[in-house]
Protein backbone atom coordinates (compact mmCIF):
# COMPACT_ATOMS: atom_id res chain seq x y z
CA UNK A 1 0.00 0.00 0.00
CA UNK A 2 1.39 3.10 -0.99
CA UNK A 3 2.15 5.82 1.38
CA UNK A 4 2.72 9.66 2.31
CA UNK A 5 3.78 10.19 5.69
CA UNK A 6 3.51 14.08 7.60
CA UNK A 7 5.37 14.30 10.56
CA UNK A 8 2.66 15.80 12.31
CA UNK A 9 -1.19 16.24 11.91
CA UNK A 10 -1.31 19.18 13.89
CA UNK A 11 0.88 21.72 15.33
CA UNK A 12 1.02 25.57 17.58
CA UNK A 13 3.89 27.52 16.93
CA UNK A 14 4.99 30.96 17.84
CA UNK A 15 5.94 33.85 15.59
CA UNK A 16 9.94 34.13 14.44
CA UNK A 17 10.33 29.97 15.61
CA UNK A 18 11.73 28.55 12.40
CA UNK A 19 9.65 25.50 11.87
CA UNK A 20 10.38 21.79 10.35
CA UNK A 21 7.47 20.23 8.33
CA UNK A 22 8.66 16.65 7.45
CA UNK A 23 7.04 14.32 4.30
CA UNK A 24 8.29 10.90 3.70
CA UNK A 25 6.86 8.70 0.90
CA UNK A 26 7.65 4.71 0.28
CA UNK A 27 6.88 4.63 -3.23
CA UNK A 28 10.76 5.26 -4.69
CA UNK A 29 9.01 8.26 -6.13
CA UNK A 30 11.15 10.88 -7.67
CA UNK A 31 9.07 14.26 -7.75
CA UNK A 32 7.76 15.34 -4.05
CA UNK A 33 6.16 18.36 -3.96
CA UNK A 34 4.47 21.20 -1.19
CA UNK A 35 1.62 22.96 -1.57
CA UNK A 36 -0.44 25.01 1.25
CA UNK A 37 -4.33 25.04 1.33
CA UNK A 38 -6.16 27.69 1.97
CA UNK A 39 -10.03 28.18 2.04
CA UNK A 40 -11.32 29.82 -1.17
CA UNK A 41 -7.77 29.43 -2.13
CA UNK A 42 -7.56 25.72 -2.93
CA UNK A 43 -3.80 24.23 -2.85
CA UNK A 44 -1.37 26.22 -4.19
CA UNK A 45 2.38 24.96 -5.09
CA UNK A 46 4.99 26.29 -2.44
CA UNK A 47 8.10 24.07 -3.90
CA UNK A 48 8.84 20.70 -5.11
CA UNK A 49 12.03 18.37 -5.86
CA UNK A 50 12.41 16.38 -8.50
CA UNK A 51 15.68 14.46 -7.47
CA UNK A 52 17.66 14.39 -4.34
CA UNK A 53 19.41 17.93 -3.47
CA UNK A 54 17.34 19.48 -6.51
CA UNK A 55 14.55 21.66 -6.13
CA UNK A 56 12.38 24.52 -7.95
CA UNK A 57 9.96 27.40 -6.26
CA UNK A 58 6.23 26.97 -7.02
CA UNK A 59 3.84 29.81 -7.19
CA UNK A 60 4.69 30.82 -3.30
CA UNK A 61 7.80 30.15 -2.25
CA UNK A 62 8.24 33.50 0.19
CA UNK A 63 8.91 32.75 3.64
CA UNK A 64 9.81 28.94 2.98
CA UNK A 65 12.71 26.77 1.86
CA UNK A 66 13.01 23.33 1.23
CA UNK A 67 15.67 20.39 1.94
CA UNK A 68 15.76 17.46 0.18
CA UNK A 69 18.57 14.98 1.35
CA UNK A 70 17.03 11.79 0.84
CA UNK A 71 15.18 10.66 -2.33
CA UNK A 72 12.38 9.16 0.09
CA UNK A 73 12.01 12.69 2.32
CA UNK A 74 11.39 16.37 1.54
CA UNK A 75 11.15 18.71 4.44
CA UNK A 76 9.69 22.13 4.32
CA UNK A 77 11.04 24.91 6.39
CA UNK A 78 9.49 28.22 7.92
CA UNK A 79 13.05 29.93 9.05
CA UNK A 80 10.79 32.84 10.48
CA UNK A 81 7.39 31.97 11.10
CA UNK A 82 4.72 34.43 10.76
CA UNK A 83 0.67 34.34 11.48
CA UNK A 84 0.05 34.83 7.98
CA UNK A 85 1.91 30.74 7.27
CA UNK A 86 -1.27 29.61 9.68
CA UNK A 87 -2.60 27.16 7.27
CA UNK A 88 -2.82 23.68 6.18
CA UNK A 89 0.15 22.01 4.68
CA UNK A 90 0.08 19.09 2.01
CA UNK A 91 3.31 17.13 0.53
CA UNK A 92 2.59 14.88 -2.29
CA UNK A 93 4.83 12.85 -4.24
CA UNK A 94 4.90 11.34 -8.27
CA UNK A 95 6.77 9.12 -10.34
CA UNK A 96 9.26 10.63 -12.72
CA UNK A 97 7.60 11.27 -16.17
CA UNK A 98 4.20 10.24 -15.04
CA UNK A 99 2.06 12.09 -17.22
CA UNK A 100 -1.09 10.96 -16.29
CA UNK A 101 -0.76 8.83 -12.72
CA UNK A 102 -1.74 11.06 -10.05
CA UNK A 103 0.00 12.65 -7.41
CA UNK A 104 -0.28 10.88 -3.51
CA UNK A 105 -0.81 12.93 -0.86
CA UNK A 106 0.16 12.58 2.68
CA UNK A 107 -2.25 13.56 5.50
CA UNK A 108 -1.50 17.03 6.00
CA UNK A 109 -0.41 19.21 9.02
CA UNK A 110 -2.63 21.92 10.22
CA UNK A 111 -0.05 24.69 11.42
CA UNK A 112 -1.13 27.00 13.67
CA UNK A 113 1.15 30.30 14.36
CA UNK A 114 0.22 32.31 17.15
CA UNK B 1 -0.80 30.57 -17.63
CA UNK B 2 -2.60 27.49 -16.64
CA UNK B 3 -5.94 27.99 -14.20
CA UNK B 4 -8.94 26.25 -12.96
CA UNK B 5 -12.10 27.65 -12.20
CA UNK B 6 -14.13 26.13 -9.45
CA UNK B 7 -17.40 28.65 -9.26
CA UNK B 8 -19.42 26.53 -7.09
CA UNK B 9 -18.40 27.17 -3.46
CA UNK B 10 -20.88 24.58 -1.87
CA UNK B 11 -23.60 22.41 -2.92
CA UNK B 12 -26.12 20.45 -1.11
CA UNK B 13 -27.65 17.16 -2.77
CA UNK B 14 -30.08 14.75 -0.86
CA UNK B 15 -28.85 11.57 -0.57
CA UNK B 16 -29.32 9.04 -3.85
CA UNK B 17 -29.33 12.22 -6.41
CA UNK B 18 -26.74 12.80 -9.31
CA UNK B 19 -24.57 15.36 -8.92
CA UNK B 20 -22.23 17.40 -10.94
CA UNK B 21 -19.32 19.74 -9.74
CA UNK B 22 -18.25 22.22 -12.58
CA UNK B 23 -14.50 22.92 -13.53
CA UNK B 24 -13.48 25.01 -16.22
CA UNK B 25 -10.20 25.34 -17.21
CA UNK B 26 -8.13 27.56 -19.03
CA UNK B 27 -4.72 26.70 -21.34
CA UNK B 28 -2.72 27.15 -24.31
CA UNK B 29 -0.99 23.47 -24.28
CA UNK B 30 -2.41 21.23 -26.26
CA UNK B 31 -1.69 18.81 -24.05
CA UNK B 32 -2.67 18.59 -20.92
CA UNK B 33 -4.61 16.41 -18.19
CA UNK B 34 -7.31 17.03 -16.08
CA UNK B 35 -8.00 15.44 -12.25
CA UNK B 36 -11.14 15.78 -9.73
CA UNK B 37 -9.69 14.63 -5.87
CA UNK B 38 -11.67 14.67 -2.87
CA UNK B 39 -11.23 15.60 0.51
CA UNK B 40 -12.65 14.73 3.69
CA UNK B 41 -12.74 16.65 6.63
CA UNK B 42 -9.75 14.21 7.70
CA UNK B 43 -7.72 15.95 5.59
CA UNK B 44 -6.27 13.51 3.00
CA UNK B 45 -6.79 13.90 -0.35
CA UNK B 46 -7.99 10.96 -2.26
CA UNK B 47 -7.95 10.98 -5.94
CA UNK B 48 -10.99 10.30 -8.15
CA UNK B 49 -10.61 10.04 -11.71
CA UNK B 50 -8.17 11.30 -14.72
CA UNK B 51 -9.01 12.65 -18.28
CA UNK B 52 -6.72 13.34 -21.06
CA UNK B 53 -6.90 15.77 -23.36
CA UNK B 54 -6.64 13.39 -26.37
CA UNK B 55 -9.11 10.70 -24.60
CA UNK B 56 -11.96 10.90 -26.91
CA UNK B 57 -13.89 8.90 -24.57
CA UNK B 58 -14.91 10.56 -20.86
CA UNK B 59 -13.31 8.68 -18.00
CA UNK B 60 -15.29 6.88 -15.90
CA UNK B 61 -14.44 4.97 -12.11
CA UNK B 62 -17.69 3.46 -11.07
CA UNK B 63 -19.84 6.14 -9.73
CA UNK B 64 -17.74 8.60 -10.49
CA UNK B 65 -17.52 10.11 -14.31
CA UNK B 66 -15.57 12.89 -16.06
CA UNK B 67 -18.26 14.99 -18.37
CA UNK B 68 -15.14 16.58 -20.84
CA UNK B 69 -16.22 19.00 -23.35
CA UNK B 70 -12.65 20.18 -24.96
CA UNK B 71 -14.02 22.68 -26.72
CA UNK B 72 -15.76 24.80 -23.92
CA UNK B 73 -12.83 23.83 -21.83
CA UNK B 74 -15.18 22.23 -19.12
CA UNK B 75 -14.29 18.91 -16.98
CA UNK B 76 -17.41 18.43 -14.85
CA UNK B 77 -17.51 15.93 -12.33
CA UNK B 78 -20.62 13.97 -12.00
CA UNK B 79 -21.70 11.94 -9.10
CA UNK B 80 -24.10 9.25 -9.61
CA UNK B 81 -26.17 7.85 -6.80
CA UNK B 82 -24.77 10.08 -3.83
CA UNK B 83 -24.16 8.24 -0.89
CA UNK B 84 -23.45 10.21 2.27
CA UNK B 85 -19.79 9.55 2.60
CA UNK B 86 -19.68 11.99 -0.70
CA UNK B 87 -19.90 14.61 1.55
CA UNK B 88 -16.64 16.14 1.46
CA UNK B 89 -14.94 19.02 -0.93
CA UNK B 90 -14.02 18.33 -3.67
CA UNK B 91 -11.25 19.83 -5.91
CA UNK B 92 -10.52 20.01 -9.79
CA UNK B 93 -6.76 20.30 -11.02
CA UNK B 94 -4.94 20.51 -14.07
CA UNK B 95 -1.28 18.84 -15.18
CA UNK B 96 0.65 21.44 -15.55
CA UNK B 97 4.05 20.37 -17.63
CA UNK B 98 6.71 21.77 -15.97
CA UNK B 99 10.53 20.60 -16.20
CA UNK B 100 9.88 18.23 -19.08
CA UNK B 101 13.59 17.09 -19.00
CA UNK B 102 13.15 16.41 -15.30
CA UNK B 103 9.55 14.90 -15.58
CA UNK B 104 8.04 16.79 -13.17
CA UNK B 105 4.60 17.45 -13.26
CA UNK B 106 2.91 20.06 -11.14
CA UNK B 107 -0.69 20.44 -10.79
CA UNK B 108 -2.95 23.40 -10.72
CA UNK B 109 -6.35 23.46 -8.33
CA UNK B 110 -9.01 24.75 -8.40
CA UNK B 111 -10.83 26.86 -5.32
CA UNK B 112 -12.48 23.71 -4.25
CA UNK B 113 -16.78 22.97 -3.87
CA UNK B 114 -17.82 21.89 -0.56
CA UNK B 115 -20.41 18.82 -1.26
CA UNK B 116 -22.73 18.30 1.51
CA UNK B 117 -25.66 15.12 1.21
CA UNK B 118 -28.60 15.56 2.94
CA UNK B 119 -30.18 12.20 4.17
Known amino acids: DVKVTQSSRYLVKRTGEKVFLECVQD?????MFWYRQDPGLGLRLIYFSYDVKMKEKGDIPEGYSVSREKKERFSLILESASTNQTSMYLC?????????????FGPGTRLTVL | AQKITQTQPGMFVQEKEAVTLDCTYDTSDQSYGLFWYKQPSSGEMIFLIYQGSYDEQNATEGRYSLNFQKARKSANLVISASQLGDSAMYFCAMRDLLLIIQGAQKLVFGQGTRLTINP
Open chain 1, 27 to 31: MDHEN
Open chain 1, 92 to 104: ASTRYGSGTSEQF
